[in-house]
Nanobody, 128 residues
Protein backbone atom coordinates (compact mmCIF):
# COMPACT_ATOMS: atom_id res chain seq x y z
CA UNK A 1 0.00 0.00 0.00
CA UNK A 2 1.06 3.55 -0.74
CA UNK A 3 -0.53 6.48 1.04
CA UNK A 4 -0.48 9.90 -0.59
CA UNK A 5 -1.42 13.21 1.00
CA UNK A 6 -1.53 16.44 -0.99
CA UNK A 7 -1.15 19.96 0.31
CA UNK A 8 -0.48 23.45 -0.96
CA UNK A 9 -3.60 24.31 -2.91
CA UNK A 10 -5.33 27.64 -2.62
CA UNK A 11 -6.72 30.73 -4.31
CA UNK A 12 -4.29 32.74 -6.41
CA UNK A 13 -4.44 35.31 -9.17
CA UNK A 14 -3.55 34.77 -12.80
CA UNK A 15 0.20 34.96 -13.26
CA UNK A 16 0.96 33.81 -9.73
CA UNK A 17 2.95 30.76 -8.70
CA UNK A 18 2.00 27.92 -6.39
CA UNK A 19 3.71 24.76 -5.20
CA UNK A 20 1.82 21.60 -4.44
CA UNK A 21 3.28 18.91 -2.23
CA UNK A 22 2.55 15.20 -2.05
CA UNK A 23 3.73 13.23 0.96
CA UNK A 24 4.14 9.53 0.24
CA UNK A 25 4.31 6.75 2.78
CA UNK A 26 4.01 2.99 2.85
CA UNK A 27 5.97 0.93 0.41
CA UNK A 28 9.27 2.03 -1.04
CA UNK A 29 8.67 4.13 -4.11
CA UNK A 30 11.74 3.09 -6.06
CA UNK A 31 9.66 1.14 -8.59
CA UNK A 32 6.78 3.59 -8.78
CA UNK A 33 5.68 6.45 -10.95
CA UNK A 34 4.06 9.38 -9.20
CA UNK A 35 1.83 11.71 -11.13
CA UNK A 36 -0.15 14.87 -10.62
CA UNK A 37 -3.62 14.84 -12.14
CA UNK A 38 -6.22 17.54 -12.21
CA UNK A 39 -9.95 17.56 -12.68
CA UNK A 40 -12.10 20.60 -13.33
CA UNK A 41 -15.91 20.49 -12.87
CA UNK A 42 -17.54 18.61 -15.72
CA UNK A 43 -14.22 17.54 -17.20
CA UNK A 44 -12.16 14.39 -17.18
CA UNK A 45 -9.27 13.79 -14.86
CA UNK A 46 -6.07 14.42 -16.82
CA UNK A 47 -2.40 13.87 -16.10
CA UNK A 48 -0.54 17.12 -15.65
CA UNK A 49 2.90 15.72 -14.92
CA UNK A 50 4.49 12.44 -13.91
CA UNK A 51 7.87 11.37 -12.62
CA UNK A 52 9.63 8.04 -12.30
CA UNK A 53 10.85 7.79 -8.73
CA UNK A 54 14.06 5.90 -9.52
CA UNK A 55 15.28 7.84 -12.58
CA UNK A 56 13.49 11.19 -12.23
CA UNK A 57 12.33 10.91 -15.84
CA UNK A 58 9.37 13.20 -16.34
CA UNK A 59 6.36 13.66 -18.55
CA UNK A 60 4.27 16.80 -18.94
CA UNK A 61 0.98 17.61 -20.55
CA UNK A 62 1.40 20.03 -23.43
CA UNK A 63 -0.76 22.60 -21.67
CA UNK A 64 1.71 22.98 -18.79
CA UNK A 65 5.08 22.52 -20.46
CA UNK A 66 7.37 25.38 -19.57
CA UNK A 67 5.13 26.49 -16.68
CA UNK A 68 4.98 23.49 -14.34
CA UNK A 69 7.81 21.41 -12.93
CA UNK A 70 7.48 18.08 -11.14
CA UNK A 71 10.22 16.94 -8.80
CA UNK A 72 10.78 14.46 -6.02
CA UNK A 73 12.71 14.39 -2.80
CA UNK A 74 13.71 10.80 -2.27
CA UNK A 75 14.94 11.33 1.28
CA UNK A 76 11.70 12.95 2.39
CA UNK A 77 9.44 10.84 0.17
CA UNK A 78 7.87 13.98 -1.26
CA UNK A 79 6.75 14.89 -4.76
CA UNK A 80 6.27 18.51 -5.71
CA UNK A 81 4.48 20.32 -8.48
CA UNK A 82 5.82 23.83 -8.94
CA UNK A 83 3.39 25.90 -10.96
CA UNK A 84 4.26 29.25 -12.52
CA UNK A 85 2.29 31.68 -14.67
CA UNK A 86 -0.97 30.20 -13.50
CA UNK A 87 -4.03 30.75 -15.67
CA UNK A 88 -7.74 30.55 -14.85
CA UNK A 89 -7.80 27.39 -16.99
CA UNK A 90 -5.55 25.73 -14.40
CA UNK A 91 -8.37 25.85 -11.87
CA UNK A 92 -9.13 22.31 -10.75
CA UNK A 93 -8.77 19.78 -7.99
CA UNK A 94 -5.23 18.43 -8.17
CA UNK A 95 -4.56 14.84 -7.21
CA UNK A 96 -1.36 12.98 -6.48
CA UNK A 97 -1.37 9.39 -7.70
CA UNK A 98 1.03 6.47 -8.05
CA UNK A 99 1.42 3.12 -9.73
CA UNK A 100 4.08 0.46 -9.81
CA UNK A 101 5.96 0.58 -13.08
CA UNK A 102 6.53 -2.75 -14.85
CA UNK A 103 9.92 -1.96 -16.34
CA UNK A 104 12.03 1.09 -15.63
CA UNK A 105 12.24 1.98 -19.31
CA UNK A 106 8.46 1.91 -19.82
CA UNK A 107 6.87 5.21 -20.70
CA UNK A 108 4.95 7.01 -17.96
CA UNK A 109 1.27 6.08 -18.14
CA UNK A 110 -1.08 8.98 -18.65
CA UNK A 111 -4.42 7.26 -18.03
CA UNK A 112 -5.90 7.56 -14.53
CA UNK A 113 -7.00 3.93 -14.65
CA UNK A 114 -3.37 2.84 -14.53
CA UNK A 115 -2.77 4.53 -11.20
CA UNK A 116 -3.55 2.41 -8.16
CA UNK A 117 -3.06 4.88 -5.34
CA UNK A 118 -4.61 8.31 -4.97
CA UNK A 119 -4.56 11.19 -2.56
CA UNK A 120 -7.64 13.08 -1.50
CA UNK A 121 -6.99 16.07 -3.76
CA UNK A 122 -6.30 19.75 -3.19
CA UNK A 123 -8.19 22.63 -4.77
CA UNK A 124 -6.36 25.18 -6.90
CA UNK A 125 -8.36 28.21 -7.96
CA UNK A 126 -6.89 30.84 -10.26
CA UNK A 127 -8.80 34.09 -10.54
CA UNK A 128 -8.53 36.34 -13.57
Amino acid sequence: QVQLVESGGGLVQAGDSLRLSCAASGRTLSIYVVGWFRQAPGKERDLVAGIKWSTADTHYADSVKGRFTISRDTAGAMVYLQMHHLEPEDTAVYYCAAYRIGRLWDAINTAPANYNYWGQGTQVTVSS
